[in-house]
């Protein structure tokens, strides 16, 4: 179990920087696509190694001694293993063996396949849910601060405001209208 030192330091600078780049890709994936070459498939993978490093901290269970997980930061008995539930579509493009482990984090065969969808118009591929898993990501962390022990709530509540003004910081620079809040 991590000593209170190390759960503090993980929250004010890990965790911080988790959301911050995960809600800065995603503003960036959703700028006008003509400005730079390639900026939106350089934001989209950003963003999703963002969201899936997340996605692993608010899963239940531990796969190594040195995993932070959001357990660590509630009491006994509170219902972690539920933070993802109300967001199918984190599990639907970030979960085992699904699109994003298809398409970014894994070699596979048959890759094009693994897109997460099956819209004729690809609205549903995984390519085009950046902003959908960064909002669900948000989400499940105003949740997270809810059951969050005292003594972490503040830190986690100042990691998400401070992600989330750069986000907006960076939606300005790239003049997007709605930023993600």
Known sequence: M???????????????????WLVVAAH????????IAHQNVLAMMTAFI?????????RPGSDGDDD?????????GAVVSTLLDSHPELKRYL???QAANK????PVYGRSGHSGGSQPDESDHLKNQVRLVAESMVAV???FADLAKSDYKQRIEDALTKALDDGC???REYGLDTPIT
């Open 169 to 171: 910081r960076a939606a």
């Open 68 to 76: 932070a997980r959001a357990e660590h930061f509630c009491p006994t």
């Open 28 to 35: 960036a994936w959703d700028a006008p696509r003509h400005r």
């Open 95 to 97: 979960g085992h063996r």
């Open 2 to 20: 991590p000593t209170e030192a190390e759960k503090v330091s993980f929250l004010d600078e890990d965790f911080c920087d988790c959301l911050r």
């Open 50 to 58: 963002q969201a899936r490093a997340l996605y692993e901290f608010y």
């Open 141 to 143: 962390t105003r949740s």
């Open 103 to 106: 398409r970014l984090f894994h």
